[in-house]
C-alpha cells in the first residue's frame, strides 16, 4: 500500500526508523520501491549525479518534472517526494505554490522539499495551508552552499547551532511533515530530533536522526568526483560497469560477440535472389 506523510509522522511516534533514497529514473526507482524503502526522494542532486553540473544551481524546474515523471511510473509503494528547483520558490508565494502543484499534479510526486528557513518560512506556510505536502532541509543546503562557504559542515559553533534549531522550529510550525537534516554534528541532530514532533532525516547527521537518505549513486559507488566522510559505498558499480564496458569491446572487436546462439536465423531458401 502507498506510504504516505501520515504514516511518515506515525513512524516517529512508534520509534521506527524512517528509511530514504534519491532516484532519478524509472530502472532505480522501481528497485528502490519494491526493496520498501518508505521515501524516494527525486533529488535536485539529478543535477550533479545525472545531468554533469558542478552544482545543483543549473537545475530546472523542467528538469525535475522530467525526473519526477519518470521515477512516478515506477513507484507503487513508496512516498515519492520532489526537490523544488534553486530559484523556483525563494521569493514569490504564487510561483511556489505553482510549482509545487505542478510537481504534485504533473509530476506524480506526493510531496516537495525546500532548502532553508528564514524568508521561505511564510511560502512554506502558504504551501501546506493550501494543502502541499512539504518536507523542509537545514544544515548543508547544497542550493545555497556558496553562501555557506562550501560543502562543509554546518551548526558546529553555538550561534549556528541555535540558528538551525530557531529555523527548525519555524519550519515544523509552518506545518512540515518531516526535515532532511544535512551534515551537521550527531549531538545538534540528537538535540533536534528530541525536540521535533516530525520525523528528522539525516544526511551526513550521525545515527541519532529518526530516518536517513543517501544519494543512490553515492551509495552504489558511481560517484567519483565527491566521497563524504557519512557515504558508506554498498556497491562499487562504477568499477563494475567499466569492467563490463571493458569486456564488450574486446568480445566485439576479436568477434567472439554476438556468437549465432545470440543471433536470429532463418530459413536461407528465403534469402533475396541475387540481382
Ligand atoms: O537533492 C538531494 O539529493 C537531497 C538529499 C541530499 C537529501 O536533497
Not at 550527531?186 to 532525516?201: D, E, M, N, S, W
Amino acid at each position: 500500500m502507498k506510504i504516505t506523510v501520515r504514516d511518515i509522522i506515525e513512524k516517529k511516534k512508534k520509534g521506527e526508523k524512517i528509511t530514504a533514497l534519491t532516484a532519478y529514473d524509472y530502472a532505480f526507482a522501481g528497485v528502490l520501491d519494491q526493496a520498501g524503502l518508505d521515501i524516494i526522494l527525486v533529488g535536485d542532486s539529478v543535477g550533479t549525479t545525472v545531468l554533469g553540473y558542478d552544482s545543483t544551481v543549473p537545475v530546472t524546474m523542467r528538469d525535475m518534472l522530467h525526473h519526477t515523471k519518470a521515477v512516478a511510473r515506477a513507484v507503487k509503494n513508496s512516498l515519492l517526494v520532489a526537490d523544488m528547483p534553486f530559484g523556483s520558490y525563494e521569493n514569490s508565494t504564487e510561483r511556489a505554490l505553482r510549482g509545487a502543484r505542478r510537481l504534485l499534479k504533473e509530476g506524480g510526486a506526493q510531496a516537495i522539499k525546500v532548502e532553508g528557513a528564514g524568508g521561505i518560512v511564510e511560502i512554506v506556510k502558504a504551501m501546506t495551508a493550501s494543502g502541499v505536502p512539504v518536507m523542509g532541509h537545514l544544515g548543508l543546503t547544497p542550493q545555497t552552499a556558496e553562501q555557506l562557504g562550501g560543502y562543509k559542515v554546518q551548526g558546529k559553533l553555538r550561534n549556528e547551532a541555535e540558528k538551525i534549531w530557531q529555523d527548525a522550529r519555524h519550519l515544523e510550525g509552518a506545518g512540515i511533515f518531516s526535515l532532511v537534516l544535512e551534515c551537521v554534528p550527531y549531538q545538534l541532530a540528537k538535540f533536534i530530533t528530541g525536540r521535533l514532533k516530525v520525523p528528522t532525516i539525516g544526511i551526513g547527521a550521525g545515527p541519532y536522526c529518526d530516518g536517513q537518505i543517501l544519494v543512490l549513486n553515492d551509495l552504489l559507488g558511481l560517484e567519483k568526483r565527491l566521497r563524504p566522510k557519512f557515504v558508506r559505498r554498498y556497491a562499487d558499480l562504477g568499477r563494475e560497469t567499466e569492467r563490463a564496458v571493458a569486456s564488450f569491446k574486446k568480445d566485439v572487436l576479436k568477434g567472439s560477440y554476438p556468437s549465432l546462439k545470440e543471433s536470429f536465423a532463418m530459413d536461407e531458401n528465403e534469402l533475396p535472389g541475387e540481382a
